[in-house]
């Protein structure tokens, strides 16, 4: 089943044969699963720390390179960001968190020009639903379910989110995706 990277992927495919320069932020979780880090070693919270502050720090880092792109037509898509800890801890939890790495949730929400929440396939598919294209993944659907509805909540107050929700073909969500993507780049 194909989901959240290879719509990530296609985005990159669709946007470069339209003229822009696009830029990805990988999803930190899964770089630091696959290296040995993980909640078991280091402790839930300075896992969920560790992630949110190499978030904070690569994207710094990638945003300038890609606004140092001579191409003016340029496009940036984060796979995940520090707010998508909320699957996981509370808001009071991650509040302290974003004040040890200097920041906040509003500042971090505020960042970005669009937030696009896709729902996981185990809501209207569960049939569908599997962990054989992410290694890490361990969750079942129930679970995969409970997180994608916090993540809901915790985006909640953002006027700049959008909700994907589940097609059983992945092709309908990528256009869907795109629809939206492109209403923001018609507006700036």
């Not at 808001?91 to 970005?112: A, P």
Request: contains cysteine; glycine residues 2%; proline residues 2%.
């Amino acid at each position: 089943m194909l989901g959240k990277t290879s719509i990530i992927e296609y985005l990159k495919k669709y946007f470069e044969n339209k003229g822009y320069d696009v830029f990805i932020v990988n999803e930190v979780p899964t770089m630091l699963l696959n290296n040995g880090f993980n909640s078991k070693r280091c402790g839930k919270l300075n896992f969920l720390e560790l992630i949110a502050k190499i978030e904070l720090s690569l994207g710094n880092i990638l945003e300038k390179e890609a606004n140092d792109s001579i191409n003016e037509n340029k496009i940036m898509f984060w796979d995940k960001c520090p707010i998508d800890n909320l699957a996981f801890i509370d808001r009071d939890e991650l509040d302290i968190m974003l004040k040890k790495l200097n920041t906040s949730y509003s500042e971090i929400i505020n960042s970005y020009d669009l937030i696009i929440h896709l729902e996981t396939i185990a809501k209207d598919y569960p049939e569908l639903y599997t962990n054989e294209t992410n290694k890490n993944r361990t969750l079942d659907k129930d679970l995969a379910i409970k997180r994608n509805d916090r993540l809901l909540k915790a985006y909640n107050d953002c006027t700049k989110r959008v909700i994907i929700n589940c097609y059983k073909d992945i092709k309908d969500k990528q256009e869907k995706v795109i629809e939206e993507i492109e209403k923001i780049l018609a507006n700036s």
